[in-house]
């Protein structure tokens, strides 16, 4: 048996962000290059931030740069992994005014490894957005999705006790 001491290691937290006009494209999960709203029949899933194994996010956001401009329809976005497109985020909406913000937390109710492993920890799940344009072109819209994450047993300095 080991005799074990408080920590007095930190980490700051890393935040990866995913930046997006209506009208670049991407290649979506299936490999197909899709936009972001310039052509309507483009929905899709797409990686958008790659995540190493051991990362846990503790929270993030959507934030609307540009607002989307679309004359009719359902123009939105959900926030999630590869084994829960919306966990993350469920649906929201694109055409919010500028500035609008869309926070998200992170929910591990069990609090076990299991569960952190199943919602992207642990495992290294990359963060996903489902696009979902139903009815017109858009013509304009800019958003950036942010991820805030630690790296389990990371350590970038010790303060004093």
Avoid: C
């Avoid at 197909?32 to 990686?47: L, M, R």
């Avoid at 934030?63 to 359902?74: D, E, F, K, R």
């Amino acid at each position: 048996m080991a005799k074990i001491l408080a920590t007095r290691d930190a980490q700051r937290t890393l935040v990866s962000e995913f930046v997006f006009n209506y009208n670049d494209t991407m290649l979506n999960t299936s490999g197909v290059e899709k936009t972001f709203g310039s052509v309507y029949t483009d929905a899709g899933t797409f990686e958008i931030i790659k995540l190493p194994p051991g990362a846990l996010i503790s929270h993030g956001e959507v934030v609307v740069l540009t607002t989307g401009a679309v004359t009719s329809g359902n123009y939105t976005i959900a926030v999630g992994n590869s084994s829960t497109g919306d966990l993350y985020l469920a649906a929201i909406t694109l055409v919010a005014t500028a500035g609008t913000k869309y926070p998200f937390t992170m929910n591990t109710a069990s609090g076990t490894d299991t569960a952190v492993s199943a919602i992207g920890g642990q495992a290294g799940l990359n963060v996903r957005m489902t696009y979902v344009n139903s009815a017109a072109n858009a013509t304009a819209g800019k958003w950036a999705v942010r991820v805030y994450w630690t790296l389990d047993y990371k350590a970038n300095e010790t303060y004093p006790q």
